[in-house]
C-alpha cells in the first residue's frame, strides 16, 4: 500500500517567496520544526500550489461532477487518478467561466519592507448596484506528502497546522493554518483512463532536475522515454537553501508537456505521483500522465474538420 497524504493550508499572512509554488524543501523545512528527527527524514514534501478559495465546477475527467461553492479551499474525495490533480494547476481551470477566472486566479502584490510580497487575500470591487461592493478571495497551499516508512503517515493535525513559509517569517509573513488534510491509498485509485488508451503525453507539474550544485547530486538528461530532446524544451535556473547555503539547480521548467514513449502508462503515472528525478525528495519531478488521441486519428479528424469548414 503506498499512501500519499494531502494538505490544504490557507495563508493568514502575505508570502514572500517563490512566485509559482512554495517549494517542497520550504514544506520540509517548517515541518522539522515540529517532529522528531525519526520521523522527519522518512519524510517527501511535494511542492505547494497556490489555490484561490473561489466556486468551481469539477471537470470532465474528475470523478465528480457539478458546480461545487469554494471548491479551492478543501480537498474533494479522490476515486481516480485524474481526481489528484484538480489542485495541482496553477491555471486552475475548473474556476468557472461565468466569473473573471484571470482576476480571481491572480495574486495581488503588496510589498512589504522592500520586498513583493503574494497577498493572502483578493479584494475585488463590484458594481455599484450589487449586493455587496466587494468580493474578498482567500489564498490556500495544496501539497502533499509521502513516506519511505508504513507508520509515518498520517501525521498528526496539530503538527500540520501553523506553518510558516517564506521570508520575513520573524515578523509573521508567511503564517498558515491547517484547512483541510486527508489521505489517500494510490493503489486503490482508479486508473482505468490510461489502460486502455495507446498514446499518452505528460505534463511537467514541477520542475525536472537536470544538473545541481547539491553535494553528491547526479545530473541526468531527459528521460529516454520522454520523446523530446533536451534542446527543445524550456529551462530554468532554481535554487534549494540548506544550512544558509544556496545551491543552483538547472531544470526543465514546470508547465510544458511531452509525448510519452514508453509502455507503461500506468506505472510510470504512479512514480510521477512520488515524483522522479534528483530532489524528488522536496518536490520536483511531478508528472502528471494524460491519455491522447494517436497522431494517425487526429490528423484524420483535422481533415475531417477541413473539409466540413472548407
Same mark, same amino acid.
Given at each position: 500500500?503506498?499512501?500519499?497524504?494531502?494538505?490544504?493550508?490557507?495563508?493568514?499572512?502575505?508570502?514572500?517567496?517563490?512566485?509559482?509554488?512554495?517549494?517542497?524543501?520550504?514544506?520540509?523545512?517548517?515541518?522539522?520544526?515540529?517532529?522528531?528527527?525519526?520521523?522527519?527524514?522518512?519524510?517527501?514534501?511535494?511542492?505547494?500550489?497556490?489555490?484561490?478559495?473561489?466556486?468551481?465546477?469539477?471537470?470532465?475527467?474528475?470523478?465528480?461532477?457539478?458546480?461545487?461553492?469554494?471548491?479551492?479551499?478543501?480537498?474533494?474525495?479522490?476515486?481516480?487518478?485524474?481526481?489528484?490533480?484538480?489542485?495541482?494547476?496553477?491555471?486552475?481551470?475548473?474556476?468557472?467561466?461565468? &466569473?473573471?477566472? =484571470?482576476?480571481?486566479?491572480?495574486?495581488?502584490?503588496?510589498?512589504?519592507?522592500? *520586498?513583493?510580497?503574494?497577498? *493572502?487575500?483578493?479584494?475585488?470591487?463590484?458594481?455599484?448596484?450589487?449586493?455587496?461592493?466587494?468580493?474578498?478571495?482567500?489564498?490556500?497551499?495544496?501539497?502533499?506528502?509521502?513516506?519511505?516508512?508504513?507508520?509515518?503517515?498520517?501525521?498528526?493535525?496539530?503538527?500540520?497546522?501553523?506553518?510558516?513559509?517564506?521570508?520575513?517569517?520573524?515578523?509573521?509573513?508567511?503564517?498558515? &493554518?491547517?484547512?483541510?488534510?486527508?489521505?489517500?491509498?494510490?493503489?486503490?485509485? =482508479?486508473?482505468?483512463?490510461?489502460?486502455?488508451?495507446?498514446?499518452?503525453?505528460?505534463?511537467?507539474?514541477?520542475?525536472?532536475?537536470?544538473?545541481?550544485?547539491?553535494?553528491?547530486?547526479?545530473?541526468?538528461?531527459?528521460?529516454?522515454?520522454?520523446?523530446?530532446?533536451?534542446?527543445?524544451?524550456?529551462?530554468?535556473?532554481?535554487?534549494?537553501?540548506?544550512?544558509?547555503?544556496?545551491?543552483?539547480?538547472?531544470?526543465?521548467?514546470?508547465?510544458?508537456?511531452?509525448?510519452?514513449?514508453?509502455?507503461?502508462?500506468?506505472?510510470?503515472?504512479?512514480?510521477?505521483?512520488?515524483?522522479?528525478?534528483?530532489?524528488?525528495?522536496?518536490?520536483?519531478?511531478?508528472?502528471?500522465?494524460?491519455?491522447?488521441?494517436?497522431?494517425?486519428?487526429?490528423?484524420?479528424?483535422?481533415?475531417?474538420?477541413?473539409?466540413?469548414?472548407?
Amino acid at each position: 500500500m503506498t499512501r500519499i497524504q494531502q494538505v490544504q493550508w490557507e495563508l493568514e499572512m502575505d508570502y514572500i517567496g517563490h512566485p509559482y509554488y512554495v517549494s517542497g524543501n520550504a514544506i520540509m523545512h517548517a515541518l522539522g520544526q515540529q517532529l522528531p528527527h525519526d520521523v522527519h527524514r522518512h519524510l517527501n514534501a511535494s511542492h505547494g500550489v497556490f489555490v484561490p478559495g473561489q466556486f468551481g465546477t469539477f471537470p470532465e475527467e474528475h470523478s465528480q461532477s457539478g458546480i461545487r461553492p469554494y471548491l479551492g479551499s478543501g480537498l474533494p474525495d479522490v476515486e481516480s487518478y485524474d481526481d489528484l490533480f484538480l489542485m495541482r494547476q496553477a491555471s486552475h481551470s475548473w474556476l468557472l467561466d461565468s &466569473r473573471p477566472r =484571470d482576476a480571481l486566479n491572480t495574486h495581488d502584490i503588496r510589498v512589504q519592507s522592500g *520586498h513583493p510580497a503574494l497577498s *493572502h487575500e483578493t479584494i475585488m470591487g463590484k458594481p455599484d448596484d450589487a449586493r455587496k461592493q466587494q468580493q474578498t478571495t482567500n489564498w490556500y497551499i495544496n501539497a502533499y506528502l509521502h513516506a519511505d516508512r508504513d507508520d509515518v503517515l498520517p501525521l498528526d493535525e496539530s503538527a500540520l497546522d501553523g506553518l510558516q513559509f517564506g521570508g520575513k517569517r520573524n515578523y509573521g509573513y508567511g503564517i498558515t &493554518r491547517l484547512k483541510d488534510t486527508q489521505v489517500v491509498d494510490l493503489e486503490a485509485l =482508479d486508473y482505468s483512463r490510461l489502460e486502455d488508451r495507446e498514446a499518452f503525453i505528460l505534463e511537467l507539474v514541477t520542475p525536472f532536475v537536470l544538473e545541481s550544485e547539491y553535494p553528491n547530486a547526479h545530473d541526468q538528461d531527459v528521460p529516454w522515454w520522454w520523446k523530446e530532446d533536451r534542446r527543445d524544451l524550456r529551462e530554468r535556473e532554481e535554487k534549494v537553501l540548506e544550512q544558509r547555503e544556496v545551491y543552483k539547480l538547472q531544470t526543465v521548467d514546470h508547465g510544458q508537456v511531452v509525448a510519452y514513449e514508453g509502455d507503461r502508462p500506468v506505472e510510470t503515472a504512479k512514480s510521477g505521483i512520488l515524483r522522479v528525478g534528483s530532489h524528488s525528495k522536496y518536490g520536483f519531478g511531478e508528472l502528471r500522465v494524460k491519455p491522447v488521441e494517436p497522431r494517425s486519428n487526429q490528423c484524420q479528424n483535422l481533415e475531417e474538420k477541413t473539409k466540413v469548414t472548407g
